[in-house]
């Protein structure tokens, strides 16, 4: 069994500032981002740390390039051009993406402990989808969903959609960033989100 960590939109690394410390025992480290500047960004300030996986695409309910809008300076790029707070909707940068359940079918065991942050401007709706459609969700120990699709107009009714189907499959593995995402900084907040889940006694000895 190994312990992974998916860090699904990891923009500057602002997740990895908490979760590459020491005294996190993830066996691996995939991280997530499609934009080039982040992602060359990323490549220079974590290349010394061993178990981080740097990749170059996101994830979606597909594989192969899609355009991403806006120029990711305030966190906010996505694949939906009307997403309210785009900071320039006209930027268009082409980025590639890899279907979700396709990475967990080669990349993650059965077996392996599986902790997902999932924050990447509105995608999060067609990632779960996906692995919800495959049946890979049940590889996920914990998934903390932060749904920016509620930012999109056409897309209002993913969110309740999404969770109702957790509700039919019974699948009850996830945390809402609101409820857990608590602190004075990004850090603090995903450390709390770590130490709110029932087995995080298996990942860390921070606390």
């Excluded at 051009?81 to 006209?90: C, G, M």
């Amino acid at each position: 069994m190994k312990k992974i960590f998916l860090d699904v939109g990891g923009h500057l690394g602002q997740t990895l500032q908490e979760v590459t410390k020491p005294n996190y025992h993830f066996d691996i480290i995939y991280c997530f981002e499609p934009m080039p500047g982040e992602f060359a960004h990323l490549q220079v300030t974590y290349k010394s740390v061993t178990n981080l996986v740097l990749l170059n695409y996101g994830l979606a309910d597909s594989s192969g390039h899609r355009n991403v809008y806006g120029t990711n300076a305030d966190m906010g790029a996505s694949i939906y051009r009307t997403k309210i707070d785009l900071d320039d909707s006209e930027a268009v940068t082409e980025c590639m993406f890899m279907r979700a359940s396709e990475f967990f079918e080669t990349k993650i065991a059965r077996d392996d402990l599986v902790v997902m942050k999932l924050n990447c401007e509105g995608a999060e709706g067609i990632i779960l989808n996906d692995l919800l459609d495959s049946g890979e969700i049940e590889k996920i120990a914990n998934v903390m969903i932060d749904f920016d699709v509620r930012k999109i107009p056409e897309r209002a009714g993913e969110e309740r959609a999404v969770l109702e189907r957790f509700k039919d499959v019974g699948f009850s593995r996830f945390s809402l960033a609101e409820n857990v995402m608590r602190g004075p900084t990004h850090q603090n907040r995903i450390r709390n989100w770590i130490f709110s889940l029932g087995f995080h006694d298996q990942i860390t000895d921070l606390f």
